[in-house]
């Protein structure tokens, strides 16, 4: 499966991330990048008006960031990606709360999640990640789990 995500609009979305911050585009990047690990998925980044940033988190291919440039919105680029992508589009999630993308999306035969959904589900996978303690190999070391504990909360007793 591959996400089609609308950067800019998922952002506000993600308990600990703002559009306000210099760093947003990089700190999304850098969950959707662990997210797709973790799900086995890969992931289209959408950014508008959103120069790229000095560093990028490396993502071993399965994350590829798309900055579209000033006054041309995600949303035309979103669109574009999918009728490009012709009978493929279908095999392509969208995630955005864009209703006109929404729309677009699901004429072109891609399935549409909000970006609200979308957010929790990133949540959930992250908790998941976790397993109870004495079962098996945590897939993050604990620090990276704290890391994210840190940015969603957590009503879990984090140690260290």
């Given at each position: 499966?591959?996400?089609?995500?609308?950067?800019?609009?998922?952002?506000?979305?993600?308990?600990?991330?703002?559009?306000?911050?210099?760093?947003d585009?990089?700190?999304?990047?850098?969950?959707?990048r662990?997210?797709?690990?973790?799900?086995?998925?890969?992931?289209?980044?959408?950014?508008?008006?959103?120069?790229?940033?000095?560093?990028?988190?490396?993502?071993?291919?399965l994350?590829?960031?798309?900055?579209?440039?000033?006054?041309?919105?995600?949303d035309?680029?979103i669109?574009?990606?999918?009728?490009?992508?012709?009978?493929?589009?279908?095999?392509?999630t969208?995630?955005t709360s864009?209703?006109?993308?929404?729309s677009?999306?699901?004429?072109l035969?891609?399935?549409?999640?909000?970006?609200?959904v979308?957010a929790?589900?990133?949540?959930?996978r992250?908790?998941?990640?976790?397993?109870?303690?004495?079962?098996?190999?945590p897939?993050?070391?604990?620090?990276?789990?704290?890391?994210?504990l840190?940015?969603?909360?957590?009503?879990?007793?984090t140690k260290?």
């Amino acid at each position: 499966m591959t996400l089609i995500i609308d950067g800019h609009n998922l952002i506000p979305k993600v308990p600990g991330l703002s559009l306000s911050d210099e760093n947003d585009e990089l700190h999304l990047l850098e969950l959707v990048r662990e997210y797709c690990r973790l799900s086995r998925s890969r992931a289209e980044v959408f950014f508008d008006g959103a120069p790229p940033p000095r560093q990028s988190p490396s993502g071993g291919g399965l994350v590829h960031t798309h900055y579209i440039r000033k006054g041309t919105p995600a949303d035309d680029a979103i669109i574009a990606f999918l009728k490009q992508s012709g009978k493929a589009a279908r095999n392509h999630t969208v995630v955005t709360s864009d209703r006109r993308v929404q729309s677009e999306a699901r004429a072109l035969g891609s399935p549409v999640l909000t970006s609200e959904v979308f957010a929790g589900e990133m949540i959930r996978r992250f908790r998941e990640s976790t397993p109870p303690e004495g079962r098996g190999e945590p897939s993050l070391s604990e620090d990276e789990v704290n890391h994210w504990l840190e940015i969603f909360g957590s009503d879990r007793d984090t140690k260290s």
